[in-house]
């Protein structure tokens, strides 16, 4: 049987480069392994023209394809998950800030519709009782989805997010890190701070999976079972051992996570209403584990 040709974009992950570099192989697919830097640079032509058959994708550019009937299927491979309470700052020359002076401030985010902005949003309003409303939200970028309406105000063309920062033009930014001795991290010891907060909610942030469109799905649900069997035999070719796991894979290992961005997601008004964790997959991929 001649193998299946798939286009595909993955980070270069060390979980991931056990299969990237050949080290794993298949007698059904064949991957042409494409190139972008940055990753997230691939997922807008994933989701409006389905320009590859594999690719990495964002949990909250995933769900608001979906509201919106992208096809697309979700495989539960996590590619990227991180602590996120370190990507918040502000600058420190202009005066201490923490999130409950937010309110009534220009906050400074690459897109509304970014996963890393959506989780310090969630956490922001449901741990620090932070009114989103009531920020000033400045953007760079426009959403992966075309269909989403951003009403949000658009920094001025040239400008980039950590020199607004500076040069005060914007009080804080998220989905931002800097070594600007400057820019302070907005939650005061965001690593001991993070460590709470993932022992409190039991789950890990994820911000990266793995997508299929839906007409390799449909045609080859086999050839999808492999592209899993390869990431995880990946994943364990390259023996990872981290305690909490940032890189879960299965459905159920990710579905309180997945619970959480979603429920974020309907707070922030980036879908229009809760998805149960089973209908991000097909009925190849639910039962994934």
Same mark, same amino acid.
Request: with cysteine.
């Given at each position: 049987?001649?193998?299946?040709?798939l286009?595909?974009?993955?980070?270069?992950?060390?979980?991931?480069?056990?299969?990237?570099?050949?080290?794993?192989?298949?007698?059904?697919?064949?991957?042409?392994?494409?190139?972008?830097?940055?990753?997230?640079?691939?997922?807008?032509?994933?989701?409006?023209?389905?320009?590859?058959?594999?690719?990495?994708?964002?949990?909250?550019?995933?769900?608001?394809?979906?509201?919106?009937?992208?096809?697309?299927v979700?495989?539960?491979?996590?590619?990227?998950?991180?602590?996120?309470?370190?990507?918040?700052?502000?600058?420190? *020359?202009r005066?201490?800030?923490?999130?409950?002076?937010?309110?009534?401030?220009?906050?400074?985010?690459?897109?509304?519709t970014?996963?890393?902005?959506?989780?310090?949003?969630?956490?922001?309003?449901?741990?620090?009782?932070?009114?989103?409303n009531?920020?000033?939200?400045?953007?760079?970028?426009?959403?992966?989805?075309?269909?989403?309406?951003?009403?949000?105000?658009?920094?001025?063309?040239?400008?980039?997010?950590?020199?607004?920062?500076?040069?005060?033009?914007?009080?804080?930014?998220?989905?931002?890190?800097?070594?600007?001795?400057?820019?302070?991290?907005?939650?005061?010891?965001?690593?001991?701070?993070?460590?709470?907060?993932?022992q409190?909610?039991?789950?890990?942030?994820?911000?990266?999976?793995?997508?299929?469109?839906?007409?390799?799905?449909?045609?080859?649900?086999?050839?999808v079972? *492999?592209?899993?069997?390869?990431?995880?035999?990946?994943?364990?070719?390259?023996?990872?051992?981290s305690?909490?796991?940032?890189?879960?894979?299965?459905?159920?290992?990710?579905?309180?996570?997945?619970?959480?961005?979603?429920?974020?997601?309907?707070?922030?008004?980036?879908?229009?209403?809760?998805?149960?964790?089973?209908?991000l997959?097909?009925?190849?991929?639910?039962?994934?584990?």
């Amino acid at each position: 049987m001649t193998k299946a040709h798939l286009r595909t974009v993955l980070g270069d992950y060390a979980h991931v480069k056990p299969l990237k570099d050949g080290r794993l192989g298949s007698d059904l697919v064949d991957f042409e392994f494409i190139d972008y830097a940055p990753t997230n640079k691939a997922f807008k032509p994933m989701v409006r023209e389905q320009k590859f058959d594999v690719c990495e994708m964002a949990i909250v550019t995933y769900l608001m394809a979906k509201a919106h009937g992208k096809p697309l299927v979700l495989l539960p491979a996590v590619m990227l998950g991180r602590f996120q309470h370190a990507s918040a700052l502000y600058n420190g *020359e202009r005066g201490q800030l923490t999130p409950s002076d937010l309110a009534g401030k220009r906050v400074g985010i690459r897109s509304f519709t970014t996963t890393t902005g959506a989780w310090v949003r969630g956490i922001l309003a449901n741990d620090h009782g932070v009114d989103l409303n009531s920020i000033r939200w400045i953007t760079f970028e426009d959403p992966h989805v075309a269909e989403y309406r951003d009403s949000t105000e658009r920094a001025p063309a040239g400008k980039t997010i950590i020199q607004m920062l500076l040069d005060g033009e914007i009080d804080a930014a998220l989905g931002e890190t800097s070594t600007d001795p400057r820019l302070k991290p907005l939650f005061a010891d965001p690593v001991a701070e993070a460590q709470r907060w993932s022992q409190r909610h039991g789950i890990v942030p994820v911000n990266h999976l793995v997508v299929v469109t839906e007409a390799l799905a449909k045609s080859r649900p086999d050839i999808v079972r *492999e592209v899993y069997r390869l990431l995880t035999e990946s994943k364990a070719t390259a023996g990872l051992r981290s305690a909490p796991d940032l890189v879960p894979f299965g459905v159920e290992a990710n579905r309180k996570a997945l619970e959480t961005i979603i429920e974020y997601s309907v707070q922030q008004g980036l879908i229009p209403r809760r998805f149960s964790v089973d209908e991000l997959f097909d009925d190849t991929t639910r039962d994934l584990n």
